[in-house]
């Protein structure tokens, strides 16, 4: 009977799933393009881009807990978190024309300072949001299967969002007269794109007010020392990060691997399109695999598969055929569709694992830090490029009527390319390999634990020897 008035509908699915295309979007965006709008667009140092992505994570250490803390206190006729969905519809939009509008200030400093103030205006959007959307999952379902597929609703509508930001932002520009034009229609587009989903994510999910009740008075320890003495989140937090920075680390330089050393430039977006949609394939696979086995050993499968496929590339040359490079890319997308859907379908259960310890709901502050880890881990991974490119030294493209030229590089910076390329992604991604094989929230302890906090919930009694062991091996 529990696990029947947990099942979520077909609509309920789509309505909260499609919110996901700002998360993926946008994120894909900056994985992508960011860094290569800056150095060749906005026309700063490589080191000052790295620069820009490392004071918004700085920023964000700061005012993530505390937007989570918040969203957790909330209390409003919509519930804690879709108010802050609902106004972040035309924030959304603002903040994203603004970090890829073309600035052409004449001195470097202005426009250094012009990205600075526009990402961390994202920045602080991108958290207020995502934290709330990341959420609002824990509460529309305590199924362990049904958070699983709720998350394969979540990822379908980021990978999808992903997809498109991979193959049509270079075609716009390219379509436009000159490159500052495509890159401010690119930003309307695609601001547009991120924002009205939440209009049916806010108008179809609903929040469960048994998750209202009051709270502990707020302390500073709640925040930033809490979570971090918990087991479960920090294992799962670990798998995450280096998960996700080994994508964006492989999604940030790809680009440069793909035209500066291939020489196809014009292949760019299909090749990463093309990785993303494996990604979208694999998903229907990973769900099943995880009802086979766990979400755990589902993460490890996807994650050595990664790993694997990555030291493929010392293989591809200039000089082999096209149809490799697509491969390459498939196979990529195979591996990390297993990572991204696992850990994504993992987070909601953190909130119950705190329940246990604490008898409260605390999905703001978790979704908080794992929004913050989220844009920590692309900040990482782009400033880690970003020096290496800088270090390399990356000469950038020519500007003629509005085109870019690109230079040749030197041999010093193609060698490094192609070491960096694989040897970032696969040094962080083996940190979560390690991790996820010692996952201690199995299939059966969450099934134990969902009865201790269901006989909580009504006060029932409940076995405290059960709950020792649980708080013991979940909490530690």
């Known amino acids: 009977m529990q696990e029947r008035s947990e099942k979520m509908t077909f609509w309920q699915k789509l309505g909260y799933g499609v919110g996901d295309f700002y998360g993926g979007g946008a994120g894909t965006l900056i994985s992508f393009f960011y860094l290569v ?73 202005t426009r ?25 999952q824990s509460e529309l379902t305590l199924n362990y299967n049904e958070r699983t597929s709720l998350a394969t609703f ?76 918990m087991r479960t989140f920090v294992f799962v937090l670990v798998m995450y990060v280096t998960a996700f920075t080994a994508f964006d680390a492989t999604q940030s330089i790809v680009v ?15 090749v990463l399109g093309g990785m993303l949609i494996a990604q979208v394939v694999s998903l229907p696979f990973y769900q099943w695999l995880s009802k086979k086995l766990s979400k755990a050993k589902s993460y490890i499968l996807g994650a050595v598969l990664f790993v694997v496929v990555m030291f493929f590339s010392f293989l591809i040359t200039p000089a082999s055929p096209g149809w490799t490079l697509y491969v390459f890319a ?6 990390s569709g297993g990572v991204v859907i696992m850990v994504y379908a993992i987070f909601p259960d953190i909130p119950d694992v705190d329940e246990l310890r604490t008898g409260e709901r605390r999905e703001g502050t978790y979704s908080a830090l794992t929004t913050f880890t989220r844009k920590f881990s692309s900040a990482l991974a782009v400033f880690a490029v970003a020096q290496v490119l800088e270090l390399a030294g990356y000469i950038p493209p020519l500007q003629e009527a509005g085109k870019l030229i690109e230079a040749t590089q ?38 134990r634990l969902e009865k201790v906090l269901a006989a909580r919930r009504t006060g029932a009694p409940v076995d405290p020897t059960e709950a020792e062991d649980l708080t013991r091996t979940l909490i530690g």
Not at 256 to 270: A, N, P, Q, T
């Open 37 to 109: 709008f800056l150095t060749d667009v906005v026309r700063i140092s490589p080191g000052l881009a790295g620069v820009v992505l490392l004071v918004s994570k700085i920023y964000d250490s700061i005012t993530d807990p505390f937007e989570g803390v918040l969203s957790d206190r909330t209390r409003t006729r919509l519930g804690r978190r879709r108010p802050y969905l609902l106004a972040g519809i035309p924030l959304v939009f603002l903040s994203f024309f603004a970090i890829f509008y073309p600035v052409n200030f004449e001195s470097e400093t």
């Open 112 to 136: 250094f300072v012009y990205v600075i103030a526009t990402y961390l205006f994202y920045s602080t959007v991108v958290s207020l949001v995502m934290l709330n959307y990341g959420a609002l």
């Open 154 to 229: 979540r990822i379908f509508f980021s990978t999808l969002s992903s997809i498109l930001c991979a193959l049509l932002p270079l075609e716009i520009v390219n379509a436009m007269p000159d490159v500052r034009t495509g890159w401010i229609v690119t930003a309307m587009v695609f601001g547009l794109l991120f924002a009205l989903p939440f209009i049916a994510t806010v108008a179809i999910t609903r929040e469960r007010p048994e998750f209202q009740k009051d709270m502990r008075r707020f302390h500073w320890k709640q925040a930033f020392v809490e979570p971090f003495q």
């Open 256 to 270: 440069y691997f793909i035209k500066s050393y291939l020489g196809r430039g014009e292949d760019v977006s299909f």
């Open 330 to 335: 498939v196979l990529v997308g195979l591996g």
């Open 410 to 447: 030197t041999p010093a910076f193609i060698n490094a390319l192609r070491l960096f390329f694989v040897l970032i992604p696969v040094g962080f991604i083996s940190f979560g390999i390690f991790f996820a094989s010692r996952f201690p929230l199995t299939r059966t302890r969450y099934d």
